[in-house]
């Protein structure tokens, strides 16, 4: 076997007889099939301690050799929220009034969203994910790899874990997103990549009825 700078351990993974793992398969379908980006927030407390839990998920996920090129800023502090919220409305404002194409607010125009987010502070936490293009090892830059492919990857696992754990979160992209590095004091070797709010759904809180795509439209199957 060849030498490996990390040393190889033995790995046993859990395996279930066929009929369990479809029930656990289908239970797991039904789980996240239950899921919806939501915009609409309770000012609800939710423990620190769970919000770090569920980025510990997320950092389980594979990476290009292994780089984790990720930092997850979680941000609870309503000042630094509002500052947020401000310049995120601002670029919103600019991209609804002038950036995006006609073709592309037609397709927003049936979900309801305009350039106002108010979730920015309502919601408890802000998850700020951040993909790291390379390292500093000393003066000298080490490159990372797949950095897109891989932080998101770790976004997908963090938002299934938020669903897992009974909460809910909504992927905000604001374009550009420079300011986030700037409000959070970001080093030069990170760039934004998602903003997350994540909380507990407000009680009167709804979703555009839409539907995903059936199995026949998303896989293609070679026997």
Not at 15 to 44: T, V
Not at 200 to 207: F, I, L, R, S
């Amino acid at each position: 076997m060849a030498d490996f700078e990390f040393p190889h351990i033995p790995y046993d993974p859990q395996q279930y007889p066929e009929n369990e793992m479809a029930a656990r398969a289908d239970s797991f379908y039904a789980l996240l099939n239950s899921r919806r980006s939501l915009r609409f927030f309770n000012e609800r407390a939710v423990p620190e301690d769970l919000m770090q839990t569920l980025i510990l998920t997320a950092g389980t996920a594979p990476s290009g050799a292994n780089k984790q090129p990720w930092t997850f800023c979680l941000v609870g502090n309503p000042e630094i929220k509002k500052q947020i919220r401000i310049a995120a409305e601002e670029e919103e404002f600019a991209s609804y009034n002038g950036r995006m194409t006609e073709e592309w607010l037609r397709d927003l125009a049936p979900l309801g969203t305009d350039w106002r987010k108010p979730f920015l502070e309502i919601a408890p936490w802000l998850i700020v994910v951040f993909k790291r293009n390379f390292e500093f090892d000393g003066a000298q830059k080490r490159k990372n790899y797949y950095v897109q492919e891989s932080v998101g990857l770790a976004c997908g696992m963090l938002i299934a874990a938020i669903h897992n754990a009974g909460l809910v979160a909504l992927t905000h992209t604001p374009s550009p997103m420079d300011f986030l590095t700037k409000i959070l004091g970001r080093p030069d070797n990170e760039r934004p990549f998602l903003l997350i709010p994540v909380g507990y759904a407000a009680e009167d809180a709804t979703v555009p009825d839409i539907q995903r795509k059936p199995l026949e439209e998303i896989c293609v199957t070679y026997r």
